[in-house]
């Protein structure tokens, strides 16, 4: 199964401050069409996951344009710029790319 | 808008079975795959599979290849998830979610004699 790395399993910052969240495949998520199925969701707490960004670093509808997917291959990073009080939860990869689809660890964003 | 209701939370007993349900609304049901995710409590996010409800077509992470039977009703919109053979370590929340982007909001089951 593709492992997908995390780091940091935490991060403690201040409200306005940017994070930034690593992903770092097992494999490479290229699929043999070409594109790379490099998910991103947000869990709050008590509340199901959210999509945030798809296809490595394409937003989903609704979300602030302050999250920035990036990267490529094995590679893959979450920016945050100006952290904001609804940002925090953890935060979770997932590839789609190979069977069986994998989840990340989660990244937990809190405040310092 | 999309929404994906899930049936109420779950209190069944070792080896006993369980049948959950996703009722999806605001979209054409057999235009999006239906994967389930499983959340054991305080851990990460498992995938279990996923249905495509115009085929009936499905496909499973081995791993609960003999534990999860994935279906769908499309007169009602309706995904469904049968676990079979509980025990302690199916205690968890299983979500529904549309490949679009959608979540529905979770069923607890818990497993206990």
């Known amino acids: 199964d593709v492992v997908l790395t995390q780091t940091p399993v935490s991060l403690s910052v201040t409200l306005g401050d940017q994070a930034s969240i690593s992903c770092r495949s097992s494999?490479?998520?290229?699929?043999?069409?070409?594109?790379?199925?490099l998910k991103w969701y947000l869990q709050k707490p008590g509340q199901s996951p959210q999509l945030l960004i798809y296809e490595v670093s394409n937003r989903f509808s609704g979300v602030p344009d302050r999250f920035i997917g990036s990267g490529s291959g094995t590679d893959f990073t979450l920016k945050i710029s100006r952290v904001e009080p609804e940002d925090l939860g953890v935060y979770y990869c997932f590839q789609a790319t190979h069977d069986p689809n994998t989840f990340g660890a989660g990244t937990k964003l809190e405040l310092k | 808008q999309v929404k994906l209701l899930q049936s109420g939370a779950a209190l069944v007993k070792p080896g006993d079975s369980v049948k959950m349900s996703c009722k999806a609304s605001g979209y054409t049901f057999t235009d999006y795959i239906i994967h389930w995710v499983k959340q054991s409590h305080g851990k990460s996010l498992e995938w279990i599979g996923y249905?495509?409800?115009?085929?009936?077509?499905?496909n499973y992470n081995e791993k609960f290849k003999s534990k999860a039977t994935l279906t769908v009703d499309k007169s009602s919109s309706t995904a469904y998830m049968e676990f079979s053979r509980l025990t302690s370590e199916d205690s968890a929340i299983y979500y529904c979610?549309?490949?679009?982007?959608?979540w529905g909001q979770g069923v607890m089951v818990t497993v206990s004699s």
């Open positions: 494999q490479s998520l290229v699929y043999s069409d070409g594109n790379t199925y």
């Open positions: 249905i495509n409800p115009y085929s009936g077509g499905t």
């Open positions: 979610e549309v490949s679009g982007g959608y």
